[in-house]
């Protein structure tokens, strides 16, 4: 199992530009989920989606759109990318069996910079 | 709303060291609780977690103990080695599917 999955893993874009991250994760997980990882400033949630089909706002969810089409992939969208986006995007996935909170599966990064 | 508060690094150690990295939260009900681990250059991987008060998590030599009384959960390990020098995420979370990380502390150990 590659677990969870990002492309690409480094960015460089210009302010205005546009960009969507893919996730895929091959776990089966219903739970789905993007951050972003600014120094000084741990983890904070973008948006996550609860199933196919189905997404909510996290944190920090303003100049982000997401979409998931299909269980297994997860797809963050810049429409016009800011400096203040500059940063590490992480996709993370979570397994639904028992009780929640759920244990979180995380690939390995997206570094944007945004110029 | 919920928050995780972790002590500040960046922490320095010399190998074979005892390490403390203090984590308190705040949280209605009973939350899990977990330790995240992040090595340079790569993703969160989980390191441990408690689901009820008075649970010890451990692995990999850490340990943590959820503390109801004092809402807090911090990690331990009495012998630390280079290779655990990475940046540790305490993170709660409840019912909604969602966690709460912690801001993450740097660990630097020398040989």
């Known amino acids: 199992n590659a677990g969870v999955t990002q492309t690409p893993k480094f960015r460089v874009l210009k302010t205005g530009q546009s960009m969507t991250l893919l996730c895929a994760q091959d776990?089966?997980?219903?739970?789905m989920y993007w951050y972003r990882q600014d120094p000084g400033m741990g983890l904070r949630l973008i948006h996550y989606s609860v199933g196919e089909g189905t997404t909510a706002k996290g944190e920090v969810p303003d100049g982000y759109n997401v979409s998931r089409l299909k269980k297994q992939n997860f797809l963050l969208g810049l429409e016009s990318a800011a400096p203040s986006q500059t940063s590490v995007y992480f996709c993370a996935s979570s397994y639904n069996s028992g009780s929640p909170p759920y244990e979180q599966y995380f690939g390995p990064g997206t570094r944007l910079t945004v110029t | 709303g919920n928050s995780v508060t972790q002590m500040e690094g960046p922490v320095t150690l010399s190998e074979e060291a005892f390490l403390t990295i203090n984590c308190t939260y705040t949280?209605?009900?009973?939350?899990?609780l977990f330790w995240y681990v992040q090595y340079p250059g790569e993703g969160l991987q989980l390191l441990l977690k408690?689901?009820?008060?008075?649970d010890k998590g451990s692995n990999k030599g850490f340990e943590a103990t959820y503390r109801k009384e004092t809402t807090s959960f911090h990690l331990e390990k009495g012998s630390v080695q280079v290779s655990d020098s990475a940046v540790y995420f305490c993170?709660?979370?409840?019912?909604?599917?969602?966690?709460?990380f912690g801001k993450g502390t740097l660990l630097t150990v020398n040989p």
């Open positions: 949280a209605t009900g009973y939350p899990s």
């Open positions: 993170a709660e979370g409840g019912s909604n599917y969602k966690l709460t």
């Open positions: 408690a689901t009820k008060a008075d």
């Open positions: 776990m089966n997980h219903e739970y």
